[in-house]
């Protein structure tokens, strides 16, 4: 593609929820000849000096000029693009620490949750699981995650995933026939669950995604399970445009 970019971050890991989809993301843009915009950034080490360098290569990105396409096929920023889809949709979103209210995603983005775990939560009609790693595993352990996730299915709730986090659902033991998807190396652990190879799947409440890729198809499909019409998101957000022929 002409005058399209990508960011890509160059992770030094072994093939894992965060590490492996990013690369995977990489391989498919290079593919169809989308150009690489490289940023460096650190995860380890003296915490100034990440933040020093972070930032030098994130303004990288001032570099692209105007009328340039830019794909950014991973969270950078821990980047939940299906909450910005459905805040764009007037519908009520909450993201929700379990005991702090500021959270580091792995790739050292911190983000301020605009609440606690508690009670109320229940009187939600959907609870939305995200992925990446130790995240879904600490969800996964987590006996208060799998008590509202269980709560939720039994009574017709809304109940979703994205990339690592169906393995939540497994442990909620909620995934029993159903069809699904989830981060590639991670279907082993989906207990009794008929494991599709998409990015998005539906199975009556219950809707998993496949990785940060999927994260835009993952929200809209949310929306349209909660009985909005999506339609006129897809075409404003220019979500078609991201369909790529060779």
Known sequence: MNNAYYIKIQINESNNASSKA?????KILDVYGVKPLCLKLKKQGNKYFKKINNYLELKKIERIESGV????????YLNKKYIDVLRRANVHVDLVGMDQ??????HQITIKMDCLFNENLYQYDGIVIPGGLPGATNLRDDDRVIEIVKDFYEKGKLVSAICAGPIVLAK??????????????????????????AIVQRDGNVI????PAAALEFGYTILET?????????????????????
């Open 226 to 246: 909660l009985g909005y019409d999506a339609s006129n998101l897809r075409q404003g957000m220019q979500y078609n445009y991201l369909i790529i022929t060779k």
């Open 208 to 211: 998993t995604g496949k990785g």
């Open 172 to 197: 909620a033991d909620i995934l029993n026939g159903k069809v699904c998807t989830c981060s590639p190396g991670f279907e082993d652990q989906l207990n009794g669950a008929n494991y599709q190879e």
């Open 101 to 106: 209210k500021e959270v580091t995603s792995s």
């Open 69 to 76: 396409f830019l794909f950014v096929p991973h969270p950078i």
């Open 22 to 26: 990013v690369n995977d993301c990489n």
